[in-house]
């Protein structure tokens, strides 16, 4: 029996190292999860809130929490799950960013452990599994989303919806289970509720089944997968169609046309080349700064080169190993055109389509699919029981797949117990994952089950087979992933241990094994599975030669299913070179990815949004009693012109908890310069000529109207008047410009005063409502509010 990893070692390692040694790959995961987390908290909080933040948090201070909020769109994205946890961490906190790291690193956590889950459940155990959650985990193109709360609100539950989502596909491929078919609906709706990208999760659920687990011909391939998993896809497009019919009502339409050809194929050569393949493999190494927002991707010429060469060398390498392999490597391509289509169609023709290809946060829900592909291709599929298998014997079209010569070496292969063995991560054995890992109590069972399968095997109904991944691949076979304890029956006996990991080398287990592997018949007196069946072959019969994988790739990859080509001769015969490249490869992989990590992270920690805030926080705080302000907007490099009315001052403070008081009338008003220190106001724009009357200018008197002309004439637009001026006494004066008029209240001596306007003219009007007050002045401007320097 197989440590538990509850005990503690021999030498005194207690009780984590003591299952750090029995699951050494799944050990190594958790740190590097760890890890990750750590890393990329620490590296979003060296930045701040950034851009959209400021608008997302300004719409959530002005509005109640009610449906009409949640619904409304933002950007022409549907997101009310992501506008209510911005409505509530700023009602809490106010405009504050550590709350969103928190969220931002609770979401990764969960993403993490639950793509580490799925890739346990899809591809057999090795050391390489390491890699695909490496990418997973590292890849610099989930950057953003792991540092910026707007794009990280929307795209980390839609990651998170993707793995679910597949997860629970693959569950219900599996066993027809009705709850996994819920599962997987739920999963859907989570992401849509916070990303009308998420619907993309649909397509990736129906290529993701044809793909890997229907086999034959296209065609035949896509009328398999419709016809056996319907309920998914009758489930799935009742779904996307109530969405877009609840999203084409509120939406505008976003699609553009480029504007030439050679649009299009800039903006290809940019995603593909600069951004995807590069940030797949540790690139882009160096970045653009973009103001307050995620910088861009700008790769040197020559890493480019390297990180495509790399990238097709994996590609040739791995089909060249697996025959899944080149159905994984279609599946990320389909699932790229899919991505690069919408994108095209939604930014090119735009005044950002020169960057369009370079930005990372539009394809880091690609690395989800990329690191799937890559464990599949390098792993291949775990092989399990399929509920699609003939109960009868194997037919003679398909003879090829239940070769007896094949079946005796695996049989030979076997544990003793007669529980199909395959090479685990170092080369030790390890069982198929069955219903045991989940309840143990259940092997109490098995020697009823065992002389059960024993009778039906002197009888005349032939013993059951164990689907390979063979099957799949020619025309009929599912490969599943992983049992649930209620939903297959268990196997002969409990697995020597969980599926993710490879344990020790048990005593007793034959010491001779090939490194190809493949799930075996049962041996004589041991149970069998019920769900799939074959003839029964002779276990005695001289096994087939194989070809032997080089030990370092052996021992990388764990097994091979029994219909992948020969690994290439040069493999064979250079094994210490075989296993230095991988090591070399892996080495500097990870070298660029924190250097690209590195450097993103200096680019993210400047941010002119938090030197702005913190100055205008410093300002209020020692600003007299009673100061007040005219509303302007914040600079550019905090929030874009392109937001308003949410790069107003008045909307951007809404948030704080000492946010400062607008006014559009005062005769002392102050602004915030664009550093944000407080500062009086100056009109700049034109002013009265000076007045006929010495000492006095333009004399206001006996209730007339004194029309006073320009320097310059001003447009019909919003403006904001300073008039300057010595009264005799208390009264009401009107000012009008334009055909429009405006009240004021004038105080006795020299005063001034300012108010909004909105007009335009080349002559303004100025009368006193009592006669018995004159009003002088010679200061009138009308123009724009500016800080007095």
Not at 444 to 459: F, I, L, S, T
Not at 641 to 652: E, H, V
Request: hydrophobic share 45%.
């Amino acid at each position: 029996m197989a440590s538990t990893g509850t005990t503690t070692s021999p030498e005194g390692t207690g009780l984590v190292g003591g299952w750090a040694r029995v699951h050494p790959v799944r050990a190594v995961a958790v740190a590097m999860i760890l890890v990750s987390l750590v890393w990329r908290a620490q590296l979003a909080s060296r930045g701040y809130l950034a851009v959209d933040d400021y608008v997302l948090i300004a719409r959530a201070a002005e509005a109640d929490l009610t449906p009409g909020f949640l619904l409304t769109l933002y950007n022409n994205h549907f997101m009310p799950a992501a506008l209510l946890a911005t409505w509530l961490v700023t009602r809490a906190v106010g405009l504050a960013y550590w709350p969103y790291v928190l969220l931002l690193t609770a979401a990764q956590a969960v993403l993490a452990v639950s793509f580490a889950r799925l890739l346990r459940t899809l591809v057999r155990p090795g050391w390489a599994l390491l890699v695909p959650l490496a990418v997973f985990l590292f890849s610099p193109l989930t950057l953003e989303a792991t540092s910026w709360w707007a794009v990280g609100v929307n795209m980390l539950p839609m990651q998170i919806a993707m793995v679910l989502a597949v997860g629970a596909q693959v569950r219900y491929v599996r066993t027809g289970r009705l709850r996994h078919l819920v599962a997987l609906g739920l999963a859907v709706l989570f992401g849509l509720l916070f990303f009308e990208k998420a619907l993309l999760v649909v397509p990736l659920v129906f290529l993701l089944t044809a793909f890997l687990f229907v086999g034959g011909p296209p065609v035949r391939a896509v009328l398999t997968t419709v016809r056996r998993y319907w309920p998914s896809w009758l489930l799935l497009t009742a779904m996307s169609l109530g969405f877009l019919a609840l999203y084409g009502s509120r939406a505008e339409s976003s699609l553009r046309r480029p504007d030439s050809l050679g649009e299009v194929f800039s903006f290809l050569w940019q995603l593909l080349g600069s951004t995807v393949v590069p940030g797949l493999l540790g690139g882009p190494w160096r970045w653009l700064p973009a103001g307050d927002g995620a910088p861009v991707t700008a790769p040197p010429e020559l890493g480019r080169w390297i990180a495509w060469a790399a990238f097709l060398v994996l590609v040739v390498l791995t089909v060249r190993l697996r025959r899944v392999a080149g159905r994984a490597w279609l599946l990320l391509a389909s699932y790229l055109t899919l991505v690069t289509a919408l994108l095209g169609a939604t930014r090119l023709g735009s005044i950002y389509s020169d960057v369009a290809g370079a930005v990372p946060r539009y394809v880091s829900d690609v690395v989800v699919v990329a690191a799937l592909c890559i464990g599949v291709a390098l792993l291949g599929l775990r092989p399990v029981p399929d509920r699609f298998a003939p109960a009868g014997p194997a037919p003679a079209d398909r003879a090829d797949e239940t070769d007896p010569a094949t079946d005796g070496a695996d049989a030979a292969r076997a544990d003793g117990d007669g529980t199909p063995a395959t090479t685990a991560a170092d080369g030790e054995p390890t069982r198929t994952a069955g219903a045991d890992d989940e309840d143990p109590d259940r092997s109490a069972a098995q020697p009823e089950r065992a002389a059960a399968d024993a009778e039906r095997r002197a009888g005349p109904e032939p013993a059951p087979r164990v689907a390979v991944p063979a099957a799949a691949y020619r025309g009929h076979g599912v490969l599943h992933a992983e049992y649930d304890d209620d939903d297959l029956p268990p196997p002969a006996r409990p697995p020597a241990a969980r599926p993710f990991d490879a344990p020790p080398q048990r005593a007793g287990a034959g010491a001779a094994r090939t490194p190809a592997t493949a799930i075996p018949p049962a041996a004589p007196g041991a149970a069998s599975d019920p769900a799939d069946r074959t003839g029964d072959p002779t276990p005695t019969e001289p096994p087939v030669d194989r070809p032997e994988q080089p030990a370092g790739l052996a021992a990388f990859t764990g097994g091979r299913d029994p219909d992948d080509p020969p690994p290439p001769a040069v493999l064979v015969r250079h094994r210490e070179a075989v296993s230095a490249g991988l090591a070399l490869a892996l080495v500097a992989g990870g070298l660029g990815t924190a250097w690209t990590t590195a450097r993103f992270g200096d680019e993210w920690a400047v941010k002119a949004g938090r030197t702005y805030l913190d100055t205008v926080r410093a300002e209020l705080a020692a600003a007299p009693p009673g100061t007040v302000f005219f509303d302007q907007p914040v600079p550019g490099d905090v929030v874009p012109t392109l937001s308003a009315p949410y790069n107003r001052q008045s909307t951007f403070f809404r948030a704080l908890p000492e946010r400062p008081v607008f006014v559009t009338e005062a005769e002392a008003p102050s602004l915030f310069d664009p550093t944000g220190r407080i500062t009086p106001v100056r009109i700049d724009g034109p002013t009265v000529r000076p007045g006929p009357e010495q000492a006095c200018g333009w004399k206001v008197t006996d209730g007339e109207t004194v029309r006073m002309p320009l320097t310059g004439p001003r447009d019909d637009w919003f403006w904001v008047v300073r008039i300057g001026y010595l009264s005799s006494g208390d009264s009401t004066a009107t000012f009008r410009f334009g055909g429009k008029e405006k009240r004021f209240p004038v105080k006795t001596g020299l005063n001034q005063i300012f108010f909004e306007f909105t007009g335009g003219g080349d002559t303004a009007e100025l009368s006193v409502a009592d006669p018995g007050v004159t009003l002088c002045t010679n200061e009138v401007a009308i123009g724009t509010p500016t800080p007095q320097q």
